[in-house]
C-alpha cells in the first residue's frame, strides 16, 4: 500500500513538472524569457502545419467585455494534439492581458503560473487521439477593463504529435503570436461642461471639478472625457496628470472623474464624447477659507446648439457666465439682455475660437452695465457653429448654477 501511495504522488509530481499529454505545466507557451514544447518535442515550426487563432466575431478586443477565442492546428500528419497560449500586453508581454475562463473539457488552466498569470493548456481528452487534419480548442478571454491598456497579443505553442506516446522529434511543434487592437471607443456624441475650474486663488477661493458618468445600458461602453484650457488648447489636469482619459462602463455602471484642488486657479472647458446612452452631470466645488465648501451641479450641454437663454436675478445676486464654442470653427456669439418686461437694456457680441471659452459677470461688460439691480433674460445666439452657454449667481459667499434653456 505504503509503495504505492508513493508512486502515485511521485507520478503526480511528474506530471505537473513535465509537460505530458495531461497537459503542459506554465510558461511554455513562447513568451519571450519563457519556453515553448520544442525543449522536449521536436524543433518548432519546421513541419507542414499552420496555427490559426481568432477571437470569435470580433476583430478587436472590448473592454471587459469576455469574448470566445478558438485556436486551431492543422498539420497533415498529426495524430494527437497538443497547445499553450496565454495573452498579454503587446508593448510589455510580462504583463498579462485579461483573463482566461474555462469552457468545455478540451483544456485546462495549465498549473505552477506564477501569481497574477494564467496560461491555457490541452486537457488528456484535449489531445484528440486518432483525430488527422486539424484540432481546435476554445476558451473564454475577459479584455482588460480599460482600453489604454493597448494592445494585447496571445502567445500560443502547439504540438501536432505523432501519437506514440512519447516526447520525440516525430512531435512537430509550431510557435505563433496573434495581436488584437482595443475596438475604437464608440464616440456617440460629444457633450460639454463649458465650465471646469480647479486649483486655488486667494480672492476666489479653492476649486474642484467632478465628472459623474453612468452607462443606462445592458453592455459595456468606454467614455473619453478631454480638457480644455480658457483658450481652447487641450489641458493637462491634476489627478489624471494628461489632458485626456477614458473610462470604462460596464452594464449599468457608473463612474466619476475627479479634477482635485491642485496648483493655482485654472479655468476651462470638459468635452465628454460618450454612447447617447451615457447620462451624467458636473460638480462644480469651492472651499472659501473659514467657510463651508458650497458646491454647484451642471448637466452635459449639447455641442451642436446655436442658442441658449438664461433667466438671471442681478438684484441681490451678481450673475456670472460661462459661453463656450463647443464647434470646430470660429463663432460670433451675439447676446442680448431683456429686463423683466422684455425690453432691451443691452447687447453685445463675442467672437470665440474653437473650444475658446470666455466667462465674467455680466455686469461687468460695459455694455451690459444696465443689468445690475434687474431681473430678466439673456438671449444667445451663435453664427458659424454651436454655442454652449452656463450661468452662475453669487449671492456674496453664496452661489449657485443657472441651467440655460438650449435650442
Ligand atoms: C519537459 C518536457 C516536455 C515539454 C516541455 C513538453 N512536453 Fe509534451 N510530453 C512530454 C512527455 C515526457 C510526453 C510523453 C508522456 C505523455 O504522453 O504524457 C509528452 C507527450 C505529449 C503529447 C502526446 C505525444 C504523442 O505523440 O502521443 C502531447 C500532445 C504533448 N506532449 C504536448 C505538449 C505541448 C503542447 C507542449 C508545449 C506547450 C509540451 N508537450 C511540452 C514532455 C514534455
Redesign the pocket.
Request: hydrophobic share 25%.
Given at each position: 500500500m505504503r509503495t504505492i501511495a508513493v508512486f502515485l504522488l511521485l507520478a503526480g509530481f511528474t506530471?505537473a513538472?513535465?509537460?505530458?499529454?495531461?497537459g503542459?505545466p506554465a510558461q511554455?507557451?513562447g513568451v519571450p524569457g519563457e519556453?515553448?514544447?520544442?525543449?522536449?518535442?521536436g524543433t518548432a515550426n519546421t513541419g507542414q502545419g499552420s496555427v490559426s487563432f481568432l477571437l470569435v466575431s470580433a476583430t478587436a478586443w472590448t473592454p471587459g467585455q469576455p469574448v470566445k477565442a478558438r485556436l486551431t492546428l492543422n498539420d497533415p500528419s498529426a495524430t494527437?494534439?497538443?497547445?499553450?497560449l496565454t495573452a498579454r500586453a503587446t508593448q510589455d508581454p510580462a504583463r498579462m492581458a485579461g483573463s482566461f475562463r474555462i469552457i468545455n473539457n478540451y483544456t485546462q488552466l495549465a498549473a505552477n503560473a506564477p501569481p497574477g498569470f494564467q496560461y491555457v493548456?490541452?486537457t488528456l481528452a484535449g489531445?484528440f487521439?486518432g483525430v488527422t487534419g486539424s484540432a481546435s480548442w476554445e476558451v473564454e478571454w475577459t479584455p482588460p477593463s480599460d482600453a489604454g491598456f493597448g494592445a494585447v497579443s496571445f502567445y500560443i505553442?502547439?504540438?501536432g504529435?505523432?501519437?506514440?506516446?512519447?516526447?520525440?522529434s516525430?512531435?512537430r511543434?509550431y510557435t505563433a503570436i496573434f495581436s488584437y487592437q482595443p475596438s475604437a471607443p464608440s464616440l456617440g456624441v460629444t457633450r460639454v461642461l463649458p465650465q471646469l475650474a480647479f486649483g486655488s486663488s486667494s480672492t476666489q477661493g479653492n476649486w474642484s471639478t467632478s465628472v459623474y458618468l453612468h452607462n443606462t445600458t445592458p453592455s459595456p461602453v468606454v467614455a473619453t472625457v478631454r480638457f480644455f484650457d480658457a483658450d481652447g488648447s487641450p489641458l493637462a489636469v491634476p489627478g489624471i496628470d494628461d489632458s485626456s482619459t477614458q473610462v470604462s462602463l460596464g452594464a449599468l455602471g457608473t463612474g466619476v472623474v475627479e479634477v482635485p484642488n491642485i496648483g493655482p486657479l485654472t479655468q476651462g472647458s470638459v468635452f465628454i464624447e460618450a454612447p447617447q446612452d451615457v447620462i451624467g452631470y458636473g460638480i462644480f466645488r469651492q472651499a472659501l477659507q473659514g467657510v463651508n465648501p458650497q458646491e454647484g451641479v451642471v448637466p452635459f450641454s449639447s455641442s451642436t446648439a446655436t442658442g441658449a437663454a438664461i433667466v438671471f436675478d442681478d438684484t441681490d445676486f451678481v450673475t456670472a457666465i460661462a459661453v463656450l464654442n463647443p464647434g470646430s470653427s470660429a463663432v460670433a456669439v451675439t447676446v442680448h439682455a431683456l429686463d423683466a418686461n422684455g425690453a432691451e437694456i443691452g447687447t453685445f457680441t463675442l467672437n470665440l475660437n474653437p473650444r475658446q471659452r470666455e466667462a465674467f459677470a455680466v455686469r461687468d461688460r460695459p455694455e451690459m452695465t444696465m443689468v445690475q439691480g434687474q431681473r430678466g433674460v439673456l438671449k444667445f445666439s451663435s453664427s458659424g457653429g454651436p454655442v454652449s452657454v452656463l450661468g452662475l449667481r453669487f449671492n456674496q459667499l453664496a452661489f449657485t448654477s443657472i441651467l440655460p434653456a438650449e435650442r
Open positions: 506530471g513538472a513535465w509537460g505530458n499529454s495531461n503542459v511554455l507557451s519556453g515553448n514544447c520544442s525543449a522536449c518535442h494527437r494534439w497538443g497547445f499553450q493548456t490541452h489531445t487521439p505553442t502547439c504540438n504529435a505523432n501519437g506514440n506516446g512519447q516526447a520525440d516525430g512531435d511543434v
